[in-house]
Nanobody, 122 residues
Framework: QVQLVESGGGSVQAGGSLRLSCTAS????????MAWFRQAPGKEREEIAA????????FYADSVKDRFTISQDNAKNVLYLQMNSLKPDDTAMYYC???????????????WGRGTQVTVSS
């Protein structure tokens, strides 16, 4: 069973930055889809960024494009989400996910972390 542990969440003022980390267990496939999702209270879960760790192609939701960057450190088995120019609407629980037949648009991720909270105040 692949295990994912998120970290790096916290409280920040609008306009600030945070970097989320997702540490994956060593049995995570070296070439796979991985993604970040978020869910705000009363809203549906939203896939906001994804990448294929082998092909290195990336995908972003319009709501975060040009502000967030997904990246990986293969040596450390860590997936990152750099979040800049944060807005109050970015407030949500952020989840890391791994292994899906499709990285984006119709993904079906098998493994999930427990999430890390991000709160952006105005």
């Amino acid at each position: 069973q692949v295990q994912l542990v998120e970290s790096g969440g916290g409280s920040v003022q609008a306009g600030g930055s945070l970097r989320l980390s997702c540490t994956a267990s060593e049995n995570t496939p070296p070439s796979a889809c991985m993604a970040w999702f978020r869910q705000a209270p009363g809203k549906e879960r939203e896939e906001i960024a994804a990448m294929h760790t082998g092909a290195r192609n990336t995908f972003y939701a319009d709501s975060v494009k040009d502000r967030f960057t997904i990246s990986q450190d293969n040596a450390k088995n860590v997936l990152y989400l750099q979040m800049n120019s944060l807005k109050p609407d970015d407030t949500a629980m952020y989840y890391c996910a791994a292994v899906s037949r499709r990285c984006w648009m119709g993904s079906d991720y098998l493994h999930w972390g427990r999430g890390t909270q991000v709160t952006v105040s105005s």
